[in-house]
């Protein structure tokens, strides 16, 4: 039984992001049921347990604020998570973790395979951090030139519009962009619509939605925005724009709608 430990109020804290970085993170759920097993071993109180789903490259986590709060009144004084990179991916947010922890505002931090203490010299920590944000760094860089040669390639790097799907049977970084079985003949009959020159695009929308049951991607009706997108997308003749606004123009190797 640790005798520090039980002096100790303790916060778990889980958060895994939906970018990159955290690809290979174990799920939320998951870091919860782990961490609890630790606790249970370690004879850890846990007073809360707090999740999100947000990357920590950036300021601006809602609940990671309001952990630090809680802590900062008193509420708890320990933090239970599965790595360090979970609680800060920057310098401002991880700088402020190293503070308390000096100052003794946080007692503890047990992560899955390390404990940290007032007493203990912080330089571990700030090395932690700092490989953390370097990863997210790199990580950044070599998705944007991935994306970037994707497009040279003449493949959108993102998902396509409705009427076409990515590939995913082949090895990453080499999925194309093919035809839609269940909505590009629709979507083609919808520009014929258009092409007639005597529908508008609003009349497009409601034979579309009424008379066609159009669903899109997600199980939704084809809403009327998403109609006027697609007749002002320049990817359904054979070209798109990366990154958008950029003024960087690549010809598809999609095949074209129109």
Not at 160 to 171: D, E, H, M, T
Request: glycine residues 6%; positive net charge; hydrophobic residues 35%.
């Amino acid at each position: 039984m640790n005798k520090v430990n039980e002096k100790v109020k303790y916060i778990l804290y889980a958060r895994k992001s939906t970018e990159s970085e955290d690809r290979q993170v174990l799920s939320i759920s998951s870091q919860i049921d782990e961490l609890k097993i630790i606790a249970e071993r370690e004879n850890i109180q846990i007073i809360d347990i707090m999740s999100e789903s947000k990357s920590a490259k950036t300021l601006g986590r809602p609940v990671f604020a309001k952990l630090i709060e809680r802590i900062t009144k008193g509420e708890a004084n320990g933090v239970l998570c599965w790595k360090l990179d979970r609680l800060a991916r920057n310098f401002i947010d991880g700088g402020k973790i190293i503070e308390m922890i000096q100052q003794g505002v946080i007692k503890h931090i047990q992560s899955f395979s390390q404990s940290y203490y007032p007493q203990d010299n912080v330089l571990l920590m700030s090395l932690e951090f700092g490989m953390a944000n370097q990863y997210s760094r790199d990580l950044s860089v070599n998705v944007k030139r991935g994306m970037k040669r994707k497009a040279e390639m003449g493949w959108y790097p993102v998902q396509p519009p409705v009427g076409y799907l990515n590939s995913k049977n082949k090895a990453r970084g080499s999925n194309d962009i093919y035809k839609d079985p269940e909505r590009f003949d629709l979507v083609r009959k919808m520009w014929d619509l258009m092409l007639t020159g005597t529908h508008t695009m609003t009349d497009i929308w409601k034979i579309a939605r009424d008379d066609w049951q159009f669903y899109g991607r997600r199980g939704i009706k084809i809403s009327q925005s998403s109609v006027f997108y697609m007749f002002t997308n320049p990817f359904y003749y054979g070209m798109f724009e990366w990154p958008r606004k950029s003024g960087n123009w690549y010809t598809g190797s999609h095949e074209p709608m129109v």
